[in-house]
């Protein structure tokens, strides 16, 4: 089958080396000096002290490319819509496209039981995504893996090989067994799972309130989950973006406190949003904060302490030019 990923950083990078030396039909969109090396070198991957290398298809410009099967994006989530021109070349009619990004998708609300179709405004402004690609091209998929790119044309992993995918509609299609096959083929972990938000969530609900909180204090998880006065601003925020899942018909597994413990336990750890802004590079807020509050005022559930917290962390944004 034919892939593309677009956005071949770490995660992008680690998916398409290891597709790619599993006998698909593999391209990747870049740019810059990780694109250069690619074309030189290959795109390298550095996984249990191993150094794998593959040679792909490499460029800057999707039209190139041509329609694929599967255009599975890596990038965050705000960087979707200002690029839906350079995308549109890989699109035919059948063409499946994957969103492997963080945060509540552009098409939360496509076949969501109980519920009529509605845009999500932060991650889908002025329906510029939805009116490209419509809900029903999209499949969902929930990344895990942690890689890094130390370097041009190398990709780093961390920890994590799990990539799960499912159908907003909850069906269990064809075009889903296809990819999830492809990715076990290559090593990976890839369930499709018929309640997909669910899965979303799992990652969403502490992304949810530790990522804005670490960008407003510059702490790391240890401290957020453990510090009792920022451990109960987390755990508020935690709290209402529940309702406003279960208000959606998302069932959770472990109860909140459980998942603060979880969090502590990972450590010293920067959140990726802390990240961006100590490199000066666009917060990840909408996908992880302001489309949840969004959701609360799409299913008329009160989300206070997420709406304080969401005016503080774009405040700080804006102010170092992250927003």
Not at 10 to 34: C, D, K, M, T, W
Not at 129 to 139: C, N, R, T
Not at 293 to 314: H, K, N, S, Y
Request: aromatic share 6%.
């Amino acid at each position: 089958m034919k892939i593309c990923i677009f956005g071949a950083g770490a995660i992008g990078g680690y998916l398409a080396v290891r597709l790619a030396n599993a006998g698909q039909e593999v391209s990747v969109v870049a740019r810059g000096p990780h694109l250069a090396a690619i074309r030189e070198h290959g795109l390298k991957l550095r996984i249990g002290g191993e150094e794998e290398v593959a040679r792909l298809r490499a460029t800057d410009d999707a039209a190139e490319l041509g329609p694929q099967d599967y255009v599975i994006v890596t990038l965050k989530a705000h960087s979707l819509p200002p690029i839906v021109d350079k995308l549109k070349p890989l699109f035919g009619p059948e063409t499946c496209l994957v969103t492997g990004m963080n945060g509540v998708p552009y098409w939360y609300f496509h076949g969501l039981p109980g519920h009529e179709w509605r845009r999500v405004e932060a991650v889908d402004p002025g329906g510029v995504v939805s009116a490209a690609f419509p809900p029903e091209q999209a499949l969902g998929c929930v990344v895990y893996p942690a890689c890094e790119a130390p370097e041009p044309g190398v990709i780093e992993h961390v920890d994590g090989d799990r990539f799960t995918l499912g159908e907003p509609d909850g069906s269990k299609s064809p075009r889903a067994e296809a990819l999830s096959k492809a990715l076990i083929a290559a090593g990976f972990k890839a369930p499709v799972r018929p309640r997909i938000r669910d899965e979303i969530w799992v990652k969403l609900w502490g992304n949810l309130a530790f990522n804005p909180l670490s960008a407003l204090t510059c702490q790391t998880l240890d401290v957020l989950a453990t510090e009792p006065g920022l451990r109960g601003v987390a755990r508020a925020m935690m709290v209402e973006g529940r309702q406003v899942a279960e208000s959606l018909g998302v069932k959770f597994a472990i109860d909140v406190d459980k998942r603060i413990e979880g969090a502590a336990g990972v450590g010293k750890h920067k959140t990726s949003m802390l990240q961006d802004l100590e490199r000066g590079r666009p917060m990840e807020i909408d996908a992880l904060v302001t489309a949840v509050a969004e959701l609360g005022r799409a299913a008329d559930v009160p989300t206070p302490a997420i709406d304080m917290v969401l005016a503080l962390v774009q405040a700080r944004a804006r102010a170092a030019g992250c927003y």
